[in-house]
Every structure is written in C-alpha cells, then in structure tokens.
C-alpha cells in the first residue's frame, strides 16, 4: 500500500507541511510514504495550455498520485477557503484524463493558525471530488491553533493526536478495501469521465 501525503499550502516554512511530515511519520513501516509539496513543485497557474513548461512539474507529481492506493490531503485555510495550490493541481488531475485520484480514498485535513481549519475540509468534500472521483474519508482531522497544537514536529493534545491516529487507520482500511472497486470492470470512464 502506498499513501500520498499532499501539503496544499503555497507558503514556504507552512505550518501544513509540518502538519504533513508528522502525519507520515505516523503511518507504520510496512506502508510506503510520499510527500507532494505543492510549495515546493510549483504548478503554473492552469490555463488549458496543451503543452508547455507546466508538464514537467507535473509529471513527477503524476506520477507520484498514479501509484497511490490513497492520499492525505492537508490544506490551509486562506480567507476562509481551502488552498489555491490544491485547486490548481485539481485541474491538472482531470486535465490529463489519467484519473490518478480516481476511487482512490482520501483524508481531508484543514489546517488553521486560529480558530479555522474546517472551511477546507467543508469545501474540498464539496467541490474537490467531482471530476477527479476520489473518495473522501469520514475520519478527518482539523488543525486549529496548529502552533498550540504541533510543537517541535509533534502533536502535543491528546484529543487530536487520538483523532489523527485513527483517521490514518481508517484511510489505510479505505485503501484496501477501495483496491477491489478500482479492480473490478464495472469503473468506465470512457462513458463516465466526468463525476456527477
Ligand atoms: C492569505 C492568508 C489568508 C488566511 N486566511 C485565514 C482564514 O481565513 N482563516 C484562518 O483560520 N486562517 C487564515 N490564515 C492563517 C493560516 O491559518 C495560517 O497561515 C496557517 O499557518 C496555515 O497556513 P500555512 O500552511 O500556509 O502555514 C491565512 C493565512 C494567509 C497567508
């Protein structure tokens, strides 16, 4: 099983990266861990362009979302929205009609400064899953606070390192049992390819 972890925020030294790098550290060894940073890989704004510098950042991380059996998604919330790098690499996802993301599970987490974090968890289950069919989780995790609540790379409350713990569990069984849909021949985007 392979589990990628994107960290949404476009900001560098983010606290959703850090939230990132603690959630892959909690999954156990006999998973494989990833970390898109969309800081880091730098998409160009999506304009529908068929070719252009935008494919070679967006082949590695294509191919990164391609072996994956699920994804963790970490979002800051930015005026009360989730991430502009996450909406942006959404459309890169449909655009190549691979459908890397697709009947794939994925744990939504919102990451906030103050008293947010649930705007990006709210609005990537509404509007993030249409055209790239991924799945998402029930078991989530919102950050508030996030610099009372990771300290020095660790989650020091109790409640929500509890809470990360089991979503992860729960993504991992998703992953598994979400294998058997991706499987089977019923899935045709070819009539399909757009969600509903
Ligand atoms: C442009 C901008 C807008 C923000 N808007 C909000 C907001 O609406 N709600 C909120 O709780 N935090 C907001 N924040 C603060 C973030 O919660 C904070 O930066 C947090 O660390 C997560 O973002 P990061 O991963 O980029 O660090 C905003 C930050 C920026 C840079």
Known sequence: MKIVFVSGSVRSDSQSRKVTDYLAGRLNDAMEVKIVDLNE???PL?????????QEIWGPIENELMSADGFVVVSPEWDGMFSVG????FHYVTKTKNHVMAHKP???????DGM???YPIAQLKAIGAK???YVVSPEGLRISKVKE?????EIVVDGVRERADYSLKVLVEYAKALKQ???SDIIDFKKFGSGV
């Open 46 to 54: 999506y304009d529908d362009s068929t070719d252009g510098p935008w």
């Open 86 to 89: 996450l909406h942006n690499m």
């Open 149 to 153: 609540v990771l300290v020095n790379g």
């Open 131 to 133: 055209n790239t069919h």
């Open 116 to 118: 947010g974090g649930a």
């Open 106 to 112: 994925v744990m939504l987490v919102g990451v906030s």
């Open 41 to 43: 890989h730098r998409l």
């Open 181 to 183: 849909v991706r499987d």
